[in-house]
């Protein structure tokens, strides 16, 4: 149980890791099965390095165009004893509620006891249009979705949707196992308003996308502290994730041109730009130009996915239209006492855990120990 981990955290925060499918995929492309075999035992082992490093959480990205992200956690949780495993995020588009409630499960009691649940709203192009399925109300869907696997692992096990439920209408389906802990929890990757009270009065916590600025996660964590409050819950109980993708380097100008292309990916997705608020700049003006150098808005009509933006895009203009004094603003690289600075400003506006950024090919779980102990985990 998490209670009984002795994870490493500099005071105030604990330290993440995840993992995409990226490499599996570039691997699978060249079509040598032992480039394939190194890439899946390097995910195993990022796992097993944070594992005895100490890392507080692992959490895996999983989109519609890409991996099963429980299939990996669960090979991940037979190859390790403390850290905690989840997804970074997955949605009930892409997982109906029944199969996220079997899913978690099914990992808590691989794991002994480790899961959680990281859920967004999924991008509802992707599954109206290129996928044909029937999206009604995305957020609603959410909300929908706590409330269903709250009672799906209630002692009870049978869940009804509640009156007024429109997008899963179920009626007193019984599931037949449910998960190890007697509370999984949720965390919310919560961007708009509403999303982010839903987030106040259910989940466990936020996980702030990657690159969210100083400003955006402040001012959502008290809308999402207020919400709590509201709802009679105590906001001391939350715990907001900050996708920082901390880098150690003499060299943060080459981090913060190798990253515009998540902003001109991710960033430019419809509502995504508010995670960039930052006064001085104007990340509306910035954005609208991303988008018509990327096509964003004409692929995500026509239902494309990533890799369609990354062919029809023009990638190259779009980075040349985000300026490295955003990119300053967001991304979290430098020496260690610039980064150890940083992450005091992230702990006094409430952040609670913050990510790493992935392991490179050579690190181990010692030099991932060195890094934590650097930043203040030990």
């Not at 991940?76 to 409630?101: C, K, M």
């Not at 006064?279 to 150098?293: A, F, S, T």
């Not at 506006?349 to 203040?376: M, R």
């Amino acid at each position: 149980m998490t209670d009984q981990r002795e994870t490493l955290s500099a005071p105030g925060l604990g330290f993440c890791l995840d993992a995409s499918p990226a490499p599996w995929a570039s691997a699978r492309d060249t079509g040598d099965r032992g480039a394939v075999a190194r890439a899946v035992a390097r995910t195993i082992e990022i796992g097993r390095m944070g594992d005895e490093a100490g890392v507080e959480s692992l959490w895996l990205s999983e989109d519609p165009d890409s991996w099963d992200a429980f299939a990996v956690l669960g090979a991940i949780a037979r190859e390790t004893q403390r850290i905690r495993l989840g997804t970074g995020v997955t949605n009930p588009f892409y997982r109906h509620p029944s199969l996220i409630a079997a899913s978690v499960s099914t990992l808590d009691l691989l794991s002994g006891g480790r899961a959680f649940l990281g859920m967004g709203r999924g991008q509802s192009e992707w599954y109206a249009t290129g996928l044909g399925m029937r999206v009604g109300k995305p957020v609603q869907a959410l909300e929908e979705t706590f409330d269903l696997l709250g009672q799906w692992w209630s002692a009870d096990r049978r869940a009804t949707a509640r009156d007024g439920a429109s997008e899963f209408l179920v009626d007193g389906w019984e599931r037949t196992f449910r998960p190890l802990q007697e509370h999984v929890p949720i965390y919310l990757a919560a961007v708009g308003p509403r999303a982010l009270r839903i987030a106040g009065r259910f989940a466990d916590g936020v996980l702030f996308n990657d690159l969210s600025s100083l400003q955006f996660m402040e001012e959502a964590i008290d809308t999402v502290r207020a919400e709590a409050v509201r709802s009679g819950r105590d906001p001391k109980g939350l715990s907001f994730y900050a996708r920082a993708a901390i880098t150690i380097t003499g060299d943060p100008e080459a981090v913060y041109e190798r990253r515009k292309s998540t902003v001109a990916l991710i960033h430019a997705l419809p509502g995504m730009e508010r995670l960039l608020k930052t006064d001085g700049v104007d990340v509306e003006r910035i954005i609208g130009e991303v988008r018509r150098e990327m096509q964003t808005d004409a692929i995500l009509a026509a239902g494309g996915g990533f890799g369609d933006l990354r062919r029809g895009g023009d990638l190259a203009a779009a980075r040349r239209a985000i300026p490295n004094d955003l990119m300053k603003e967001l991304v979290v690289a430098g020496p260690v006492a610039n980064v150890r600075a940083r992450l005091e400003q992230f702990r006094e506006i409430g952040v609670t855990h913050v990510f790493l950024a992935a392991p490179g090919p050579d690190a181990t779980a010692e030099s991932l120990g060195e890094l934590l102990t650097s930043l203040g985990g030990r």
